[in-house]
């Protein structure tokens, strides 16, 4: 479906009036699907699917519905719930872990290669607490019914009348799905925060002690219990869950030993400070980072090069 080329006219073949109005919801559909779905990938599948089904309807039909971007919106959560589904079977057949995709700030990426032009604003992704590496694991653990109702009502505000419309469950039993996803925000949350400057000096000082490989520096940095775990969807090698300061320390200095073309550029992974790992000019991983006080508590190595293409194209 991706590459194809929408038809703006009416099941009946009539012109869009109204394309400027149904195609202002863009940008908001690729927010809602990639929050649900972790990939943007299929997010833009999604999109392109419901504006599909938009535009196979009658004028008359159309016409009938009083609020296009509330359809527009049902479509989507819909369709995000039934792949829901079908990813969880997928993700078992998965080859290592799965992280979801990482996104970058395209306006930071795009200004560092020349002659690129600016990103279209439709097609970006807000990047907030809610798009967060660590935001996005957590709801990866929800089931489809609970990321949803969380998602439509605590992210972006709809209330719970219209999310039972969507999910398919009564207003109450949506209520009590986003408070169970709430808990598991809470739990999975550390109440710690981390101001932003604070977070960038700690990446930046990671990137330093990596490039040096200096263990003790990397360990330093490093909560004792920080876990680390890399994505290569079977298609480049990745490493295994790593436990702990020092193995992970030690992993890494050997992986810049073994690899001398190795650059690693700052850049904003999913609104956070993150590292973009190139080998040769070519990006090869993007690593995000949850930070707790001063200390990195977890890290997400993307080499999956299916995920990465956000990072490479544009």
Not at 124 to 147: C, G, N, Q
Request: charged share 25%.
């Amino acid at each position: 479906m991706r590459n194809q080329e929408i038809q703006y006219v009416a099941g009946d073949g009539t012109p869009d009036q109204g394309l400027d109005a149904v195609m202002s919801e863009r940008r908001q559909l690729i927010n809602l699907a990639y929050r649900l779905l972790g990939s943007l990938a299929d997010a833009e599948d999604v999109v392109q699917e419901t504006y599909a089904r938009w535009y196979a309807m009658s004028r008359r039909q159309q016409e009938a519905v009083e609020s296009p971007g509330g359809w527009l919106t049902t479509v989507a959560g819909r369709i995000c719930l039934d792949l829901l589904g079908s990813a969880r079977a997928r993700r078992e057949r998965y080859v290592g872990e799965w992280i979801p995709e990482p996104l970058p700030d395209r306006s930071e990426w795009l200004g560092g290669r020349s002659g690129s032009g600016p990103a279209d604003p439709a097609d970006r992704v807000t990047l907030d607490e809610s798009v967060s590496m660590a935001f996005l694991v957590v709801l990866e653990a929800m089931t489809p019914a609970e990321r949803v109702a969380f998602v439509l009502h605590d992210v972006f505000r709809y209330p719970f009348a219209e999310v039972a419309g969507i999910v398919g469950r009564t207003p109450a039993a949506c209520r009590q799905l986003a408070s169970s996803a709430r808990r598991r925000i809470r739990d999975a949350h550390p109440p710690v925060k981390t101001p932003a400057a604070g977070r960038a000096d700690i990446v930046k000082d990671f990137k330093q002690a990596w490039e040096a490989k200096d263990i003790d520096a990397l360990i330093g940095l490093l909560d004792p219990d920080a876990t680390g775990l890399a994505d290569g969807g079977g298609l480049v090698s990745a490493a295994p869950p790593l436990f702990g300061a020092e193995q992970i320390a030690r992993y890494l200095a050997a992986l810049m030993g073994m690899a001398p073309g190795l650059t690693l550029l700052e850049r904003t992974v999913n609104g956070r400070p993150g590292l973009v790992v190139q080998h040769e000019g070519a990006v090869t991983g993007v690593v995000a980072f949850e930070i707790v006080g001063d200390r990195i508590k977890h890290c997400w190595a993307v080499r999956n090069p299916e995920k990465l293409r956000p990072w490479t194209t544009g």
